[in-house]
């Protein structure tokens, strides 16, 4: 079946721009996480949503960063005025939900430079 | 504080071989805890977890150790394959409130060498 999925693959803008980034879960997954992973880091959490609200938004650098899922399905992170420090990879993933610990499943991230 | 680590950036190894690769971490109220291994161009893939109440868990060629003792995990892939080299992460589920996310490590780069 299908599984997590982004995009942009990649994207390029230049600083202070602003950029929208999109991720499709797998079908009936009701957890959606976002991740930054910077060069030779790992993956630094971001936000987490259950159904359409952010249930954990701890991971969020600054108001510059938000986060939507309108309907409980696709989410898009949104960054304004963009910032060299932003560049990164940036990864999706989805869960089933539900009570304990769930599997995270990992989509193949959007790569942003800012220039 | 929450922080997971690993004691080494990279690794070479010699195809057929055994690596090991290890991890510590801080937390010491964690009771889940997951390898991934990252190739470019793919988000991070699920390999073997563990849970706290467990000190070895074996999977296809891999074996995950758990010392809640020192705060410690290693990763264990026998028998190595050139498709083995990667970035492996470790990482720790941390629930709060039904609320889940992963802290994850830097990272060790596994190379295989023919």
């Known amino acids: 079946g299908a599984g997590v999925s982004q995009t942009p693959s990649n994207k390029v803008t230049e600083k202070g721009k602003y950029v929208e980034l999109r991720c499709d879960p797998i079908s009936g997954h009701t957890a959606l996480y976002w991740y930054r992973q910077s060069l030779g880091q790992g993956p630094e959490f971001l936000i987490y949503f259950q159904g359409t609200g952010a249930a954990d938004d701890s991971g969020l650098p600054n108001d510059r960063f938000f986060a939507v899922r309108p309907e409980g399905s696709v989410s898009t992170l949104k960054i304004q005025r963009t910032e060299r420090g932003d560049s990164a990879v940036y990864l999706c993933?989805?869960?089933?939900?539900?009570?304990?610990?769930?599997?995270?499943?990992f989509g193949p991230g959007t790569r942003l430079t800012v220039l | 504080g929450e922080s997971v680590g690993l004691h080494l950036p990279t690794l070479s190894v010699q195809e057929g071989d055994n690596s090991i690769i290890n991890c510590a971490y801080s937390n010491s109220a964690s009771d889940y805890f997951i390898w991934y291994k990252k190739e470019s161009g793919k988000g991070p893939q699920f390999i073997i977890d563990i849970r706290s109440n467990m000190d070895k868990r074996q999977g296809q060629r891999v074996t995950v150790l758990l010392n809640k003792t020192v705060k410690h995990l290693s990763l264990q892939i026998a028998a190595t394959q050139p498709g083995d080299s990667a970035v492996y992460f470790c990482a720790e589920n941390i629930l709060i409130q039904g609320a889940q996310k992963l802290v994850f490590g830097q990272g060790t780069r596994l190379t295989i060498n023919p």
């Open positions: 993933a989805s869960s089933p939900g539900g009570a304990g610990h769930n599997e995270q499943f």
